[in-house]
């Protein structure tokens, strides 16, 4: 059998126990993870619903409460009816109820159209009147037919007025409203729910709500208090798969269930796909292996393996005799062309075996030439290096003059800096007194205004005063007109005359104080501009200081440059000097290996001739 064959069979029969192996661990594996994530969604699914639910009737009671709290009604029960009405409108139309209404204590019920007439929900023994007055709050009542046949249920509250009852604001919720809102949530249509007693409140069948389910599914009453549970049932012929999420805060169970058969029919499905994917996975790898052994192996090989490997062997003995006859590929194409290289190598060795030993000689004769040349050349260099050093300690003298020049410029720089950076900072100073007593000067006029302002307000209350004093006096004379009756006025009216002079005194010192204020005022504004005036003088002053010090600082700049390009000169010389020296040193010292080199190329001249001798010798194995 061919190695094609064999590596054929081979990695057909490996792909094949792959191939099943994934087939059978994918399907154990996706039966296994489809049934538990169909269970996880209907778990999912019944507590989202769960909470949903609750969720919505909470925010019934919430707004029913907040209703309670807003009717216009007193302790004694007294209502302001146009109010309510208003109330129960508006819950009517915002909230999704069938109908809102309100019962006051004695019985008597609203609802928007007023007060219904022949009518008392206390004569009446309605549930959710006898429960909330009998002190329950946030009542659902059991469903019941409205008038309009629908099944519906009363949400109340107790309305509350100083601790007492005075009234029961409430909602009517449709039972079908409630199936829809549950089918919007989600849309499995597979579900009930029910309360504590089984009672039906919506399922996937209308006639069954208000049925028992614990009748109509006995193996739901086992695990009706077990939230989050779930269990197979036979129903109808088929097996059913159902779980549950129980609403605490309503007390109702939410079921969502399906059949078994759904759940697995996802598993087959994928089982037969698999297959089918397997068999065409299985065709697909062994054409891509027979292309791969075809193109990757025998293409780039070019044929059997034993014939290249025969081959190779008789070319390590010499044998340089096969040759191509066209149409060869890959390694033994490669192979032929090969030795066909090699044999022209082979001969051309020969040459140059020949080659080498007639130039080998020649060098010989070169190389004694090359030593003698390079003993004259190697005296010249020593004297030239002598010569290099004297001129060296010159240039590095010149250096160090220059540097310290540099370094005297470069420290008269460093103190005019400072003496600028001192200057400037003087100039800032009095730059910013200059603004600060400008700010004061502003400060003491604004001053002055206002204590002419205060001089105005005291002319103004001075004038008040006066005219206060008449007419005190004025209220005396007419009190003693008025004899007997008018005695305790008079009083009144000396009280006050008493009163307004004091006033006329007081506002007389403070007129007083305010003039001397006035007057240090001006003088302080004074004293301050003329401060201003030097601090700007001085301002002026130390200006041309610093304009005096940055010209002072340009010049030693600029000698400091000068002596810093000098200073480079002359390092760069000495460096270039120093190369210079190190440079023939280096000549000098190449000259004498040229001499030991050129001893050692007589030498290896003699031993190229004779490997060239044995080259030839090699060769001779080759036949072709």
Not at 457 to 485: F, K, P
Not at 544 to 549: C, D, I, P, R, T
């Amino acid at each position: 059998m061919s190695a094609k064959n064999k590596i054929l069979l081979t990695i057909g029969g490996l792909f094949t126990l792959v191939i099943l192996f994934i087939v059978g661990s994918g399907y154990l594996s996706f039966s296994s993870s489809s049934e538990s994530n169909y269970t996880d969604k209907l778990k999912q699914e019944a507590s989202l619903i769960a909470s949903g639910v609750e969720q919505k009737m909470l925010r019934n009671f919430d707004v029913l409460k907040m209703a309670a709290n807003a009717i216009d009604v007193d302790g004694q029960g007294e209502l302001n009816v146009d109010q309510l009405v208003n109330t129960l409108k508006f819950m009517e139309g915002n909230y999704g109820v069938v109908s809102a209404f309100y019962g006051a204590a004695n019985g008597d019920t609203y609802r928007t159209g007023g007060l219904i007439a022949n009518f008392n929900a206390k004569s009446a023994g309605r549930e959710w009147y006898t429960r909330i007055m009998a002190g329950e709050s946030s009542v659902m009542t059991t469903p019941y037919k409205a008038t309009s046949g629908k099944l519906i249920m009363s949400l109340v509250e107790p309305v509350k007025r100083q601790g007492r009852i005075v009234g029961i604001i409430g909602v009517n919720v449709g039972l079908d409203e409630l199936t829809t809102y549950i089918k919007e949530l989600s849309g499995n249509n597979h579900l009930y729910v029910n309360r504590k007693d089984g009672y039906i409140i919506s399922a996937h069948k209308p006639e069954l709500i208000g049925k028992s389910l614990y009748q109509l599914r006995p193996s739901y009453a086992k695990y009706k208090n077990q939230s989050g549970s779930s269990h197979t049932y036979q129903a109808d012929g088929d097996t059913y798969f159902v779980v549950n999420a129980i609403s605490q805060e309503l007390g109702w169970t939410v079921w969502s269930w399906e059949k078994q058969d759904n759940i697995m029919a996802a598993s087959s499905d994928n089982l037969k796909s698999s297959i089918i994917l397997a068999i065409i996975a299985l065709l697909i790898s062994l054409g891509v292996t027979y292309w791969v052994v075809m193109r990757l192996m025998y293409r780039p090989i070019g044929g059997e393996p034993t014939v290249i490997e025969n081959m190779v062997k008789n070319t390590a003995k010499g044998d340089l005799s096969p040759v191509a006859k066209g149409g060869e590929i890959g390694i033994l194409g490669a192979m032929l062309i090969m030795i066909a290289n090699l044999k022209d190598t082979i001969k051309n060795i020969h040459q140059s075996a020949e080659t080498l030993e007639t130039a080998s000689t020649q060098m010989s004769d070169t190389s004694s030439q090359v030593k003698t040349s390079s003993e004259s050349q190697m005296a010249q260099l020593e004297q030239a290096a002598t010569a290099m050093n004297e001129m060296s300690v010159s240039i590095d003298e010149v250096a160090r003059n220059a540097l310290k020049a540099s370094d005297s410029a470069k420290e008269a720089n460093t103190y005019s800096d400072q003496g600028l950076v001192v200057v400037n900072d003087m100039n800032q100073s009095v730059v910013s007194l200059v603004r600060s007593i400008e700010e004061v000067v502003e400060a003491n006029i604004r001053l002055e205004k206002e204590t002419q302002s205060i001089g105005q307000v005291l002319e103004v209350i001075d004038g008040l005063s006066e005219q206060t004093n008449l007419l005190a006096l004025n209220a005396a004379i007419e009190a003693a007109r008025a004899g007997e009756h008018g005695r305790g006025f008079a009083v009144v009216a000396d009280e006050v005359r008493n009163l307004a002079n004091k006033t006329k005194e007081s506002t007389t010192a403070i007129t007083d104080t305010i003039q001397h204020l006035q007057n240090e005022a001006s003088h302080s504004v004074e004293l301050m501009r003329e401060n201003m005036n030097n601090a700007q003088v001085t301002s002026e002053k130390s200006e041309v200081a610093s304009q005096a010090l940055q010209q002072i600082q340009t010049a030693v700049s600029h000698i400091l440059d000068m002596n810093t390009q000098i200073a480079a000169a002359v390092e760069e010389q000495s460096h270039v000097a120093a190369e210079i020296g190190a440079n023939v040193e280096e000549i000098n010292e190449l000259a004498r290996s040229t001499v030991a080199i050129s001893d050692k190329n007589h030498a290896r001249s003699r031993e190229l001739t004779e490997i060239a001798g044995s080259m030839n010798k090699s060769i001779q194995i080759f036949r072709w």
